[in-house]
């Protein structure tokens, strides 16, 4: 993985990418004419994650491997903070850009917050787009938001409460938009597609879930555990090992973490693990759907690649994979908003 601070090195040591096989993903994750792709070849093992974009070192990867320790929770220069009554309750919402430009919306998952994309919004922005995201309900600033704000009151976080606010988010920033939903938001965007596709310019689904149903059970090396763990015990887990800082995140990173969740609700992170173990089978939606489509990973990811690579098979989309683990948002933010600037001009 390409650490922020290091010096144009991969994780070989290899300075420059010098020895790397630099075939861009994009030339092996679309449809071949025979129906096949790349992804069906690194399926079977044939080829390593290099040959599937990591080995990339273009002027965004040098950028990646440059990344400041900035302070999280101090939104970027131009960036507006604001709130939207959903129907869950009142979510934190950051923007940036003209609103009159071509809409892209940024949903973090759980134990996420908009603060994710700080790295990635001022270039979006740069670019010709409003930039929307938002804390989903029950999460840092949007703590609050949660069932019993629902009309009528219901007791517990659902698939059907995350979605309606994402659909309420996109009416609000102004209809149709380009649609990122990143871990558990990719699930919750997968939805809102099939119910309002009118709403998606194109969707990308980054750090997703690969498989449908117990989502957990194909996570390397604990899988096989996770479907004996409740949903409160795998909350405990999540939140144990992100503050024990096992993937290794700055400093500055590392302090904005424990500050959010000081404020993030128990009950919404025990309840969203409970719904990602059995989360639905939406592969044919997203393989009928029209719009171009964009499955974005870490080489390192908590689900091992060629899962994600037969899920981008399966739905028909283009797959990027970075020297990343399960947050190429915050390490890889160049990188990333460089594969959706060519996903969002193809949607234009």
Not at 70 to 92: E, F, K, M
Not at 234 to 240: N, P, T
Request: glycine share 10%; proline share 7%; net charge negative.
């Amino acid at each position: 993985m390409v650490g922020r601070g290091s010096k144009a090195h991969g994780s070989d040591g290899r300075a420059d990418g010098a020895k790397r096989d630099r075939r861009d993903i994009r030339s092996l994750a679309h449809p071949r004419p025979d129906g096949a792709t790349g992804a069906d070849e690194i399926g079977t093992g044939l080829f390593g994650a290099e040959h599937f974009g990591s080995g990339l070192f273009d002027e965004a990867a040098q950028r990646d491997a440059n990344l400041p320790d900035i302070d999280w929770s101090v939104l970027p220069d131009g960036a507006s903070g604001t709130r939207l009554d959903a129907p869950s309750g009142s979510l934190a919402v950051v923007t940036m850009g003209d609103p009159a430009h071509p809409r892209v919306l940024l949903a973090p998952g759980v134990t996420g917050s908009k603060e994710d994309f700080s790295l990635m919004m001022p270039e979006l922005a740069a670019a010709g787009y409003y930039v929307v995201s938002y804390d989903l309900a029950g999460q840092y600033e949007s703590a609050d938001a949660g069932p019993e704000h629902l009309v009528p009151p219901r007791a517990h976080y659902d698939y059907d409460l995350f979605v309606d606010d994402m659909i309420a988010m996109l009416e609000w920033s102004g209809g149709v938009a380009n649609v990122l939903g990143y871990s558990y938001a990719a699930t919750v965007a997968q939805i809102a597609l099939e119910r309002r596709p009118e709403l998606f310019a194109s969707i990308t689904l980054l750090s997703a879930p690969p498989e449908p149903g117990q989502g957990f059970r194909g996570v390397s090396r604990i899988g096989w555990f996770s479907g004996l763990a409740t949903g409160r015990v795998g909350a405990a887990l999540m939140i144990w090992g992100v503050k024990q800082n096992f993937t290794k995140v700055t400093p500055g990173r590392l302090r904005f973490v424990h500050h959010r969740f000081e404020f993030t609700r128990r009950q919404a992170v025990r309840e969203v693990i409970e719904l990602m173990m059995r989360a639905p089978d939406l592969r044919q939606v997203l393989a009928d759907s029209p719009i171009p489509k964009l499955v974005a990973v870490g080489e390192h990811d908590l689900w091992p690649l060629r899962l994600h690579s037969a899920f981008a098979s399966e739905i028909g989309a283009r797959l990027a994979v970075y020297r990343a683990g399960h947050s190429p948002c915050e390490t890889s933010p160049h990188q990333l908003n460089r594969d959706l600037l060519e996903l969002f001009a193809s949607a234009a």
